[in-house]
């Protein structure tokens, strides 16, 4: 079938004020996410052994054109620094050999850099005082047709050209490929003799790379790595080990080539080896909190600690799942870390290479991490991205893999328009024991729903209109479908999945607590999922994390955060009973002793520091504090406050342009915005008082606030 060739020239100048006079690195966009998400997911062993992701890995393009027209006032001189291979033409016109500076007479001049590299990303750093290398670039990889259906030179050929990805690397030595996350020295908070070596305990869950410190003689040093004591002492069944061959006369200092994750190490030298106590190179993403969250209850401060240490350690180049096990970009893991990153550090570039990295290169054949749901997640991730951003940029660059990505999903559509598992697809939704994935599962449709709903946002803000009705049309239709063949009037809930055409009996809570957040639900349905399913304990149990998000979400968005706390002490301050310094991958309060440990049949196979465990960074943050924007980038947002039980909170949620501050109590509530319009909503039981602001009663003991930008607001209740 001949490719539809658009013409993108998306220049992007109409949303950029001033042309920058920073020189910094640029590649194509998306290019150097997916090199080094191939590089970081690749460096995963078990037991020694290499073990590389199971899904599709795409490449980077090798051969990039980079151009830019500049309007110089006067003459000046580039220095050029690029990666690769390459040629250099102004205006046309090629200059000889790979020049280190170039010379640009007065007037309208076109640069251009075409740059070929097979190992790393093509990227270029240009210096001069007007001509600098940014984002205002154009860069293609030469996606030209050439060729008709008929076998003829079409002469419809086009090059698609996009604005240059970049980061935020503005040094000329500092090149795209020598990237490496910082670290720092630790040293161990313990250690104790072993039979045949030297158990180390670094105080709490860490990573980085273990340091051998004067090590001599003739021999082998063997690791044997732990997040917990139990796994470090077990040589047989320890997930992560090293043996390093040393021959070393004189004492030496050597580093491990591979970061790691433990609390505890056990090293044991062979005969003939001596070495001093070890210590580490800490390694971590250079990003800071700009949220924060204390109240009055202490045992919910140390879970908002440990919650963020958790999220930090799985913060690297990319949002990963866990840092012992898997060390790969999941999209169902990724999905959560975006949305507790809004609320601690809003780090939007960690979400866009995420993004990037996850989505890949056209053409789409597998669903992303070969699961049908975390390809939706991957849509989701563009939706909340936007609503807390407001990045039309993003949007206007990626759209045309928006496009492909979910092409790939309407074609693989059954005879009723849902979506059901074809081979090759895995339908994951939760580690659970007995929980089908046969037939149309509610879940998926659910979430399929809102992705479509994703992509009729994305094609308004490119200004596709005609797709944009589509997927709004696929996305209501969807939904009808959702109700009609799903809900279920004497469960008051959505069924599980159908099988042949009919309903199933099983009705699960995924379905219908997304259904409640999605906003998917008439009131009266919320009351009937919330009474039927949320509340039930003859519904199946939710025991990850993962899901344990979501149904916490639900339940807050019903007005539950009393119960809700008393979830977080009993759930979280459970793994924190048990020593935990950073949250788990599942935590079972029924399991006693070693058995915390395992999974996937290993006894020591369960991560205990994933990232979904981090999601009370999230709650509290839009639920508690009960801040969020209402319309992309805070132009708009409501401060909800709930107690939830608590006597007094405070905390500060982060926005694109500053923070919202909040203090509140059962006496008070102050409330400081940097953004723009914003709304306070709050319960009381008397008439309240302000002297900042007129205060409106909406009736049921609820009362409106407006609230302005850079004053304080005071409400005594």
């Known amino acids: 079938m001949k490719r539809v060739l658009l013409v993108i020239t998306i220049t992007l100048l109409c949303c950029i004020q001033a042309i920058a006079r920073q020189a910094t690195w640029i590649w194509y966009p998306g290019d150097f996410e997916v090199w080094l998400g191939n590089k970081m997911q690749n460096r995963r062993t078990e037991r020694g052994s290499f073990l590389p992701p199971f899904w599709k890995l795409d490449s980077h393009y090798n051969l990039i054109d980079f151009h830019k027209v500049f309007d110089l006032k006067e003459a000046e001189e580039a220095d050029l620094f690029v990666e690769g291979e390459y040629n250099v033409k102004i205006d046309g016109k090629a200059l000889f050999g790979y020049p280190k500076r170039i010379s640009i007479p007065a007037g309208k001049h076109r640069i251009s850099l075409k740059v070929f590299s097979q190992d790393r990303v093509p990227a270029i750093f240009v210096r001069g005082k007007q001509v600098v290398s940014d984002s205002t670039w154009l860069v293609t990889f030469e996606d030209k047709e050439w060729i008709d259906q008929t076998g003829k030179v079409s002469d419809q050929s086009a090059t698609v050209w996009l604005n240059a990805g970049n980061w ?65 002492l077990s040589k047989d069944h320890g997930e992560t080990i090293d043996r390093i061959d040393v021959n070393f006369k004189e004492k030496r200092d050597t580093t491990i080539q591979l970061s790691k994750a433990f609390r505890y190490v056990q090293v044991v030298p062979s005969t003939g080896v001596k070495l001093a106590p070890v210590s580490m190179l800490y390694e971590y993403a250079d990003v800071k909190d700009r949220g924060s969250f204390t109240c009055s209850d202490n045992q919910i401060n140390k879970i908002y ?48 290479r995420t993004l990037l990295a996850l989505r890949g290169k056209d053409p789409v054949t597998s669903h992303i991490n070969t699961i049908m749901d975390y390809t939706f997640y991957w849509f989701l991730g563009i939706y909340d991205y936007y609503q807390y951003t407001g990045d039309k940029t993003f949007i206007r660059q990626f759209y045309p893999r928006m496009q492909s990505l979910m092409d790939y999903c309407l074609s693989r559509r059954n005879a009723n328009g849902l979506m059901e598992g074809l081979p090759g697809d895995w339908i994951f939704i939760d580690w659970a024991d ?54 279920n009037d004497s469960k008051q809930a959505l069924v599980h999945s159908r099988v042949n055409g009919r309903q199933t009996d099983n009705v699960t809570r995924y379905s219908n607590m997304f259904g409640i957040f999605f906003n998917y639900f008439t009131e009266a349905q919320k009351q009937g999922v919330k009474k039927n399913v949320l509340l039930n304990d003859k519904i199946q149990k939710i025991t990850t994390p993962y899901m344990r998000f979501y149904e916490l979400e639900a339940l807050c968005a019903m007005g539950e955060q009393p119960l809700v706390l008393k979830e977080i002490k009993d759930y979280w301050g459970g793994m924190l009973k048990l020593g935990a310094t950073s949250f788990w991958e599942e935590y079972n309060p029924n399991k006693k002793g070693a058995e915390h440990l395992e999974m996937y049949g290993r006894p020591f196979g369960k991560s205990l520091c994933h990232a979904w465990g981090a999601s009370p960074v999230y709650l509290l943050g839009k639920y508690y504090l009960g801040i969020k924007p209402t319309s992309p980038a805070y132009a708009t947002y409501v401060v909800e406050p709930d107690l939830g039980g608590l006597a007094w909170m405070q905390g500060t949620v982060p926005t694109p342009n500053g923070k919202i501050e909040l203090y509140c109590s059962t006496k008070q509530i102050k409330v400081k915005s940097d953004e723009g319009n914003g709304t306070l909503r709050f319960k009381s039981a008397k008439k309240p008082v302000s002297k900042n602001a007129a205060i409106t009663d909406k009736g049921a003991g609820i009362y409106e606030m407006t609230i302005g930008k850079g004053k304080e607001y005071t409400v005594n209740l």
């Open 168 to 232: 935020n690397f503005n040094d000329p030595a500092a090149a795209p490929s020598k990237f490496r996350l910082p670290v720092q020295p630790m040293q161990p908070a313990a250690s104790e003799k072993t039979s045949d070596g030297t158990l180390y305990d670094f105080g709490k869950e860490t990573f980085g790379f273990i340091k051998l410190n004067g090590v001599e003689g003739s021999g082998t040093v063997a690791i044997y790595y732990g997040e917990s004591r139990e796994e470090a």
């Open 305 to 352: 600690d440990v919650a963020k240490y958790t999220l930090h350690l799985n913060t690297r180049e990319f949002f990963i799942d866990g840092i012992k096990r898997d060390r790969w970009i999941w999209s169902g893991d990724a999905y959560q870390s975006y949305l507790m990153n809004y609320y601690l550090t809003f780090d939007s570039p960690t979400v866009t």
């Open 434 to 487: 007995g929980l089908s994935k046969q037939g149309e599962v509610s879940f998926e449709q659910l979430l399929f729903a809102r992705s479509l709903e994703t992509m009729g946002i994305c094609a308004d803000l490119v200004n596709d209109k005609t797709n944009a009705a589509k997927y709004k049309e696929l996305s209501a239709d969807l939904r009808t479908k959702l109700f009609s063949y799903y809900w």
